[in-house]
Each structure stands twice: as structure tokens, then as C-alpha cells.
């Protein structure tokens, strides 16, 4: 695999492995493999190295946010009945704009640099792994790191299966450039087990705020066991006749009770809770209390590298970056997730709002001041993503944060995902009236208790399809944080709900009829980079490309 194998600990790693109040200590200015990994300021330092990989700016040079930074929004988010991107101003960057109209290749550097930041987070793992067991420090402590590095492995392991299939194995930080791809089996089987050393060795909660603990562990088994008993349910990639990343594998009947075993142990356990309101989960001004819901979080903002969310590039209410804190507009949402919400859902009127106007009046929240965008016109037409939001730009850049960057804390994963995978793993062990109890609290919460206004929505929300109404429940509250396209996929409903979006005209309307014509059923998994297969001749390409 090409170059997998990079002095990571001797670069980005360690030369800049800061990150906000991940770690306080400075990194070291010059190091080597010979005189690293002897301290336990050393094992400090490369275990931040590895969670440097959620928001690093690059990965030893390589891209311009690899990971939830910006890009993994869009391999995550667009090309579905969430996100699209404006075809004006992402056409002037292909890599992007084919990330949303489907017309990606393997040449697509976006995709190469996901794909390598995800590796190089795995090497950073290996080397924890493998080195910090022999340093002398507290056995509590180097017990957590290790575990921590076990946990993040499986992340990155998870990724590179949901993304690209089966891939090439590197569970050592000495990498054979020339391994083949990994079958999927094998690619979940270790992020599995990464997964379960984590869980059985994290403590409840980690003693750096922001980290990893047992519940996120437990969690993302959940995730793990969800995604392969429905790819094996619902047939996924049969028809592609790919045996590598086949799930006739799978035993799903024992993998939903894994599930449920799982969420049970995080949703009665973790001591996670659903905050309120909604959207203080999605602002710096409240990010401490939105921790009582996240159980993981890419940390953002000043300190160590400076490394920011791009907010600019993503979607959220535009404007001027400058003057009101707006985005530029390139990833807008479509109909169908806007009209998937009631009237008297909560979350529909704090996830979409129009554009901020120049003269857009404020609010103040902890100090805090954030403009309120425009009513959404009738026609869609200023439609935005109003959950991610940032302060005056002015007072941020007294801080010392440029215009463009975000500093709000980007959740990947909280207790209201916890409380939706709980439901489907008891509708699929049988419970569907336990399973309907659970959609009740997300919905209590999106309603601000208002009990009237919970019966409307289950009203209106109620389908005889358990699952269909479950899903349409996951955009509603998961809308835009990185689990549609995944969901779409297991379920075995992507290609169908591409071909039955609204070609109907509302900004960014023009490039849907593009994004539909030009899916194809393999592209549920993306294409493996050229320039790795033209440096690896054992690895082959994805069907289709």
C-alpha cells in the first residue's frame, strides 16, 4: 500500500500533536523512534497523535481536512436526501462537486486523502500498541492509553469498511506495501475486536474530557453489529457479485442480540442523557453541557495545531464568513430532508433556516453572539442547514480564530444515536412496542415536552414499516451528522431513494437530475485510490470503476 509506511511519529504526529484540551503539554521539536516512546509524557503525546487524526488540517502534508474537518461531511452526508452540493461553486473544484453528483473516479484526490489519513491513524495506533506497554508509568493510566489506541483502531478499521469495503490489513506499525485487500468479514472481525478490548478496558469516563470511554466502546459495537446483520438482511452487494466484500458471512440473528446486548449495557449504564434544547448540542457557546450527550467528540478550535472545523465549506446557514459568520454555500440540503419533519417538530424550525442577511439581528448565549438567519422562503429557495452554528466573527477574531474556521465541537456520535439503535436492535429481537417507547423520548425532547405536540408527530410520523419510520426518526434527528448514506446503504435503500428525489427547481436544485442519472448501484462503496493500486499490483478495484 503506498506509502502507509511514513515516519509519522518523527513528523505530524509529534511535531504537532496538539490539540484543545485534549493535552497540555508541548510537543517535542525533534524525536526519533530511538528516543521516543521511553516516558509517559511520550505516550501522552503520541496518544493525542492518534485522535490528531479526527481534525488534523493534514496528514503529514497530505490534503486540506481529510477527515471531519470537512471532507468526511461529504463522503458521509451528500448524495442522498440530505445534502447536495451547488454545482456553481463546487465546479470549481471537481474533486468536490463529484463527491455529490456521483461522477467520482478513483482519481479523486479527496477520496485519497480520507483514505490515507485513515491509514496513518491506524499506524499510530499500531505504535501505541505495540510501545507503550514497556514504558514505566501508572499501570491505570498506560492501561486507558492502550485501550484508547485499541478504540480508535477499530474507528478508523469501521471507516475504511463502510467506505471502501474490504481492505488491506496493517495491524503492525511495520507494513507490508504489498498486503492485498482484506475481505470484509476480516475488516469487521478487527474492528470488532479492537472494539471489544477497548470496551472491556476503557473506564466508564476518561479522565481527559473529550476522550473515549467504555460507552463509546459499547456503542460503536452497536453501530458495528447493526450494519452487518441489515447488509446481511437486506442483501447488500449481492448483485455486484464481489465475494470480497460479501456479507453471507454474517450470522444476523446473533449479531441483532450483540446489538441489543450493546445498547441495553449504554442507554441504562453510560450516564448519558438527551439535553435540551436541541440545538445545544451544536454550538461553542454550550459545548460543556452538550458533553452530557456527546460521547464523541472531534475537539475543535484554539490551541495546539489551531485545528478548526472549515464551517465555511459545509453546511450551514450562508452569509458573510466576515461579517455575520455565514458559509459560502457550497452543500445545501434537499427537499426531502426538510419535508420530513412536521410542523410541530422542534428540531425542523433549529436544523433549517434561510440565509444570514447583512442586518440579521443577534442573540446572545453564554456570551456568545449569534445572527439569526432569514425566515425560509416558500419555495425552498434559501434553504440552509442551521444546526452547526458560529459566533461573531468580530469577537472571534479578538480571540484570535480566523473568520473561516469553526470552533464548535463536532459530536460523531451522542446518546440520541444510542437511544435509536436501542430501538431497532429490540424491534429486531422482537420488542417492536419497546422499540416504539424509545422513538417517544427522542421525540419528547423535540417537542420541549410539549405532550400534545409528541402525540401530533407520532401521529403523523407513525408507518406500519417499523423500520421505514425508524429511518425517516435517524434523518430527523441525525440530520447531517455523517449516518444517512450509511443507514441508506445497510438497508439496502440508497439507489431508491436517489431515483425518487424532487427534480423540481429550488437552489441547489439544478444538479439533481446529474447526482441520479449518474448513480450507479456500486457505488455504495467507493473506489479504491489509482495511485495505491498503481503502486500495489495484489490490490484490486472496487466492481464498477
Known amino acids: 500500500m503506498k506509502k502507509i509506511i511514513y515516519s509519522y511519529f518523527a513528523l505530524v504526529l509529534l511535531l504537532n500533536a496538539g490539540c484543545k484540551k485534549f493535552l497540555k503539554e508541548q510537543p517535542y521539536s525533534v524525536v526519533s523512534t530511538e528516543n521516543f516512546y521511553k516516558t509517559p509524557a511520550d505516550a501522552e503525546l503520541a496518544i493525542t497523535g492518534v485522535y490528531d487524526i479526527l481534525n488534523s488540517p493534514d496528514v503529514q502534508g497530505q490534503g486540506n481536512q481529510p477527515m471531519w474537518g470537512r471532507s468526511m461531511e461529504y463522503l458521509t452526508s451528500m448524495g442522498c436526501d440530505e445534502l447536495i452540493g451547488d454545482p456553481g461553486l463546487l465546479s470549481t473544484d471537481v474533486n468536490f462537486l463529484a463527491l455529490s453528483n456521483y461522477t467520482y473516479t478513483s482519481e479523486n484526490t479527496l477520496l485519497w486523502y480520507t483514505y490515507f489519513a485513515l491509514y496513518a491513524g491506524i499506524n499510530r495506533a499500531n505504535l501505541i500498541i505495540e510501545r507503550v506497554p514497556a514504558i514505566s508509568m501508572d499501570a491505570t493510566r498506560k492501561k486507558t492509553i492502550v485501550a484508547e489506541a485499541y478504540f480508535m483502531r477499530g474507528l478508523f478499521y469501521s471507516y475504511l469498511g463502510w467506505l471502501w469495503g474490504g481492505v488491506p490489513l496493517a495491524d503492525s506499525s511495520i507494513v507490508d506495501s504489498k498486503s492485498p485487500r482484506a475481505t470484509m468479514k476480516e475488516i469487521m472481525d478487527r474492528a470488532e475486536f479492537n472494539f471489544k478490548y477497548a470496551y472491556n478496558n476503557l473506564p466508564a469516563r476518561n479522565t481527559i474530557t473529550g476522550r473515549v470511554n467504555k460507552y463509546t466502546a459499547a456503542a460503536f459495537l452497536t ?30 440473528d446473533s449479531a441483532y442480540q450483540l446489538a ?27 459545548e460543556t453541557t452538550a458533553r452530557d450527550e456527546h460521547m464523541m467528540i472531534v475537539q475543535a478550535g484554539a490551541g495546539g495545531n489551531q485545528e478548526y472545523i472549515v464551517f465555511t465549506y459545509l453546511a450551514g446557514p450562508t452569509g458573510n464568513a466576515t461579517v455575520n459568520s455565514g458559509t459560502y454555500g457550497w452543500v445545501r440540503p434537499v427537499k426531502e430532508g426538510y419535508l420530513r419533519f412536521n410542523t410541530n417538530d422542534g428540531r425542523r424550525a433549529l436544523s433549517f433556516s434561510g440565509s444570514i442577511p447583512s442586518n440579521a439581528a443577534s442573540t446572545v448565549i453564554n456570551g456568545y453572539t449569534y445572527y439569526t438567519p432569514a425566515a425560509i422562503a416558500t419555495n425552498l429557495s434559501n434553504i440552509c442547514i442551521n444546526k452547526w452554528r458560529e459566533d461573531d466573527p468580530v469577537s472571534k477574531r ?129 473506489p479504491i485510490p489509482s495511485r495505491d493500486l498503481a503502486t500495489n499490483p495484489n490490490l484490486i478495484q472496487n466492481p464498477g470503476y
Open 223 to 252: 453501530k458495528l453489529y447493526l450494519y452487518i446483520a441489515s447488509c446481511k438482511e437486506n442483501n447488500v452487494g449481492q448483485g455486484l457479485n464481489f465475494p470480497l466484500n460479501s456479507f453471507d458471512w454474517v450470522d444476523k
Open 398 to 526: 479578538n480571540r484570535g480564530i480566523p473568520s473561516w474556521a469553526g470552533e464548535t465541537d463536532y459530536g460523531i456520535l451522542r446518546f440520541a444515536d444510542i437511544i435509536l439503535m436501542y430501538a431497532e436492535a429490540r424491534f429486531k429481537t422482537g420488542d417492536e412496542a419497546g422499540a416504539r417507547s424509545l422513538l417517544r423520548e427522542i421525540r419528547l425532547r423535540a417537542c420541549n415536552d410539549n405532550v400534545t405536540q409528541v402525540n401530533a408527530i407520532t401521529t403523523a410520523y407513525l408507518k406500519t414499516d417499523f423500520m421505514q419510520e425508524l429511518l425517516d426518526e435517524r434523518s430527523r434527528e441525525l440530520l447531517c451528522e455523517g449516518w444517512r448514506r450509511f443507514d441508506l446503504i445497510r438497508t439496502n435503500k440508497l439507489q431508491t431513494v436517489v431515483a425518487g428525489l424532487d427534480e423540481a427547481v429550488m437552489f441547489p436544485r439544478e444538479d439533481v437530475p446529474s447526482l441520479k442519472s449518474n448513480f450507479k448501484p456500486y457505488k455504495i462503496w467507493y
Open 260 to 286: 441489543l446486548q450493546y445498547a441495553k449495557d449504554a442507554y441504562s449504564n453510560s450516564g448519558y442523557k438527551l439535553i435540551r434544547p436541541f440545538n445545544y448540542l451544536f454550538l461553542a457557546a454550550t
